[in-house]
């Protein structure tokens, strides 16, 4: 199975699962009166609407590149991961403004283990969606699967929190009976959205930074630095080296410095060879420019800049 199809599958898989999961605690929060189980409907409202995002984003960015779209639609999985970010935001200030609602007009929680019931329910569902996510979103390097998986993983440990409220209310009027501690319920709802709102912080920073054309992660412009630094045949540097990422979409783009008596031919082959090579570390969708410059050891104002010059190491060995 393809990338496109992976991605399109397991997206659908989490749009699914979320639509069960938000009747599920709509149905059972309104049935005990639980604020932190209505929360985490509207959460799971809002991991929904990120799913479909997320499936609309895998199955646009899959598109190839057209005459209008010339570098690809990659960067739909940034703009996908960056509205699911806010759309954290938003679903984390209604659970607040519930929540506090809820403690200066208390009312009493029924069938509290019903409740707690659906709370694990949800965790497991989603525990299980969010692996699912998770892998083939970073197998397939998917911008828009991983926001999703996070959507559900934050959701994983709300609904832990909010079970382990509703317990706690369990516990403590079975043993106190005639005291009310109802408190709690909302208590763990603001806990919930404070979660929220730090994934959603954590996920803007990472699907945001893209489309501002930020260069690749160290790492990755480490390894593109070293390949470059071992090419021989006639090869004595590059430089201008640029980078960038739009979705799984990686764009290089760099001047190598070439003897200046090399051959059409064979400076095609070496950049052919570097091409492959670059695809085959990263993904097949990788861009990759090279200018070949004819390089005769009489360094300009940017030939002095060059990340690597194989010259200047002769000369500087040798004197």
Request: a negative charge; one cysteine or more.
């Amino acid at each position: 199975m393809d990338n496109a199809r992976r991605k399109s599958n397991v997206a659908l898989l989490s749009v699914i699962s979320n639509i069960t999961l938000v009747i599920l605690k709509l149905v059972i929060g309104l049935a005990i009166g639980s604020v932190s189980v209505i929360s985490e409907a509207i959460h799971s409202g809002v991991d929904l609407l990120a799913a479909v995002i997320a499936l609309f984003a895998v199955r646009a960015s899959g598109q190839p590149a057209d005459r209008e779209h010339p570098f690809g639609h990659g960067k739909f999985e940034n703009i996908s991961g960056t509205v699911e970010a806010l759309l954290i935001f938003l679903a984390a200030g209604w659970i607040i403004w519930e929540a506090v609602q809820k403690l200066i007009h208390p009312h009493g929680l029924e069938n509290v283990g019903w409740g707690a019931g659906v709370m694990l329910l949800s965790a497991i569902a989603n525990m299980f969606v969010s692996h699912k996510l998770f892998k083939v979103g970073k197998e397939t390097d998917s911008v828009a699967l991983q926001a999703d998986a996070w959507h559900l993983r934050t959701d994983v440990y709300t609904s832990i929190g909010v079970m382990t409220g509703l317990a706690l209310i369990w516990i403590a009027e079975a043993a106190f009976p005639g005291e009310h501690f109802h408190w709690i319920d909302p208590i763990a709802a603001i806990l919930v959205a404070v979660l929220i709102i730090k994934a959603a912080y954590e996920l803007t920073i990472k699907s945001a930074r893209d489309l501002l054309d930020v260069s690749l992660p160290d790492e990755e412009e480490k390894w593109i630095k070293n390949y470059l630094e071992k090419i021989d045949s006639g090869v004595k540097g590059y430089h201008r080296l640029r980078t960038r990422k739009a979705g799984s979409d990686r764009f290089i783009e760099f001047h190598l410095l070439v003897s200046p008596d090399m051959s059409v031919k064979e400076s095609h082959r070496i950049t052919e060879e570097v091409t492959c090579d670059f695809r085959r570390q990263f993904s097949d969708a990788t861009l990759v420019t090279i200018h070949i410059e004819p390089c005769d050891g009489n360094c300009s104002n940017s030939c002095a800049q060059a990340e690597i010059c194989t010259i200047k190491k002769t000369s500087n060995n040798g004197g």
